[in-house]
């Protein structure tokens, strides 16, 4: 059905219904499908030659305008919570609080710095981040094919924003929900503005945009793309939803967490780097 599907770094727990729900998918048509995916090591690698890549605070945390003592104590943070973070071992119960300590910690620490609003594009184009292999498909058929792509992310907003904007793929029909930050008059980071968003309150943030959802609720079809299993939360504030497709890329600890996210995602991506997958499912789906 889709060739891609049979490659190695892929696997389902259950394929037929992957392809019945492909089959209705494309049926009903792109006119009824959303895309609602993660940001960093969904739409960006994990790794390259090797490297971790930055996520969207590691943009922020390793460029030039941080201090010396101020990159170590947020490397720190990294070291610290990250093992936390992909732990198989611990419950989200457990690993909830102390997500909120790094993410409120790791702020507290950007805000000290004195960041300016002008600078965010510099530091973007000097840093490492990347976009999977295939980005640039992927943003510019679902633009062709006037379908929604909701950024759903934990991570720094107008960072992220810059890195789609910069590889020139921040179409229309993009919108982003995330953490932004709020500058004072004269342009300068003082807080983050609103709720926080973690990796686990990503069903608040959905249902708190229930009313953006709203605008969409022809389209009740839904390609889901995440890296962790808070992001399978992103979907919740999705009315009169059909059909939903569930992509997950294990990026780390891929033996450990297979189970896992075979039993909550569809389609299990490991070790994949590129959008080759969720490109081939696009096109499909929409008749291509
Ligand atoms: O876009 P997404 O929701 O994936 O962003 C969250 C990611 O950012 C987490 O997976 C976490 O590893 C990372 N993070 C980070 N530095 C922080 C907080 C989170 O790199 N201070
Ligand atoms: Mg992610």
Redesign the pocket.
Known sequence: MIPELSQSSVRMKEPERVEQVLSSMRSAGAGTLQVIS?????LTRFSYNGKRC?????IM?NSKLISEECKAE?KN??DT??PI??DSRRSVEEKLPL?VE??T???ELLVQQKISKDSLAVIVRESEAMLRDGYQQFFDHLHQMSVPLL?????VGDV?EEVIRQAGVFHPNVKVF?NYMDFDESGVLQAFKGEL???YN?REGALLNAEHFKELQSRCNVLLL???L??LNMSDGVMDLENILKIGYLNDKVDERRESYLNSYDIVLEKDETMDVPNAILLYITGQ
Not at 38 to 42: K, L
Not at 54 to 58: A, D, E, L
């Open positions: 993660d940001f960093d090591m969904t930055p996520t969207s605070h590691n945390d947020l943070l990294l919570y990250y973070e992909i997500m790094w993410w910690k790791a702020h950024i759903f992310s934990a991570g992220l995330s968003i973690h990796i990503k995440g890296d962790s808070g992001d």
